[in-house]
């Protein structure tokens, strides 16, 4: 079993920036992909970001260029760098780590983005 927790959410003005953070309970390094998903009020959860065990890494196009993930093998964290937020990314974001076919979620962290 696998826990998740996420922070770094919170309220910033249009144009801001965040870093969210993921830290896993076990090694990340078995993980065959880590992820970031987004559900904004009324919507489907959507994929932001993901990266696999071996670095390929892809992004959804309404965050290309703005949205980096990365991940930091020592910590069992993986980061979401978000620059040049907008309102439209104001959802509640969730890490997802892929073991297998098996699939670990944390709580999830609010970010607003707002003026």
């Known amino acids: 079993q696998v826990q998740l927790v996420e922070s770094g959410g919170g309220l910033v003005q249009p144009g801001g920036s965040l870093r969210l953070s993921c830290a896993a309970s076990g090694s990340i390094n078995n993980m065959n992909t880590m992820a970031w998903y987004r559900q904004a009020p009324g919507k489907q959860r959507e994929l932001v970001a993901r990266i696999t065990r071996g670095g390929f890494i892809n992004y959804t196009d309404a965050v290309k260029g703005r949205f980096t993930i990365s991940r930091e093998n020592a910590k069992n964290t993986v980061y979401l760098q978000m620059n040049i937020l907008k309102p439209e990314d104001t959802a509640v974001y969730y890490c997802?780590?892929?073991?297998?076919?098996?699939?670990?979620w944390g709580q999830g962290t609010q970010v607003t983005v707002s003026s």
């Open positions: 997802n780590a892929m073991y297998g076919s098996t699939g670990y």
